[in-house]
C-alpha cells in the first residue's frame, strides 16, 4: 500500500498530488470503461 498523506507530505505540490489521487482511484475502478482517471491501470 502507498502511503498517501506521506506522498503528499514529501512532495508538495498540487499536481502530484492530483496525479497520486488520480493514479489510486484509477486502479480502484479500473473496469469502468471510459474511467477519465483509469490511465495507468
Not at 11 to 22: P, Q
Request: aromatic share 14%.
Amino acid at each position: 500500500m502507498i502511503p498517501i498523506d506521506r506522498d503528499i507530505v514529501n512532495v508538495r505540490s498540487g499536481s502530484a498530488i492530483s496525479y497520486k489521487a488520480l493514479w489510486q482511484f484509477g486502479k480502484g475502478f479500473p473496469l469502468q470503461a471510459g474511467n477519465p482517471t483509469c490511465y495507468y491501470c
